[in-house]
């Protein structure tokens, strides 16, 4: 392969991966958009009273409560946490971006990586409230760009390593991402139909 197809194919994959990017945000702007503005039930943001299930009783209705509660916690530490690593990881590389293994990345698989760490670091600030279904939904929207993000940041690091095998795993990784989160969206976005 020559340098010239292989530049194609690195510049060719870079524009698959920020397409991607923007239509898992676009699913999950959907998502949100299509809870907001439901018809068949009155806006809320309390997830208890969002998916309300005819004749539950207290008790489960506390249940199903406290087990939202107990998600949404272990949902706070994973977006902290993940968030971390990804922002600590970009920094190394950011740092030796002109030597070592940092010299051999484009800047869009750092660049990846670093909207992967702000991403998944914002969803806990800015969506704060643990029992509201709104919160919840952007927190898992943020989750899902941040993750998305982070996926591709290694899909391009694979094809900027690994030329002609990178390249391949990359343009399989990113129609995986489309995929499964589209039907992820169509899921999240019907559930209060």
């Known amino acids: 392969m020559s340098a010239h197809s292989m530049s194609l194919d690195c510049e060719l994959i870079d524009v698959l991966l920020l397409i991607c990017l923007s239509a898992v945000t676009l699913f ?44 949404t916690r272990g949902q706070f530490n994973t977006l902290v946490v993940v968030g971390s690593i990804a922002l600590a990881a970009w920094t190394q590389l950011f740092a030796n971006s002109g030597t070592g293994l940092g010299g051999g990345l484009t800047s869009i698989t ?35 760009i941040g993750y998305t993000a982070l996926v591709l940041s290694i899909a391009s690091a694979l094809a900027d390593l690994f030329s002609a095998a990178g ?5 399989l990784t990113i129609a995986a991402i489309l995929v499964t989160d589209a039907l992820e969206a169509w899921d999240m976005a019907t559930m209060y139909d």
């Open 28 to 71: 999950r702007i959907v998502v949100l958009a299509r809870y907001c503005l439901r018809v068949n039930r009155p806006f809320t943001t309390l997830h208890v009273d969002a998916l309300e299930h005819v004749g539950e009783t207290s008790d489960a209705r506390r249940a199903r409560h406290e087990a939202f509660y107990e998600t």
């Open 110 to 144: 750092r660049n990846l990586l670093f909207v992967a760490s702000a991403t998944l670091l914002a969803a806990p600030l800015l969506f704060r409230n643990p029992n509201q279904e709104l919160s919840f939904l952007c927190r898992e929207s943020f989750t899902s």
């Open 167 to 171: 390249t391949v795993i990359a343009a």
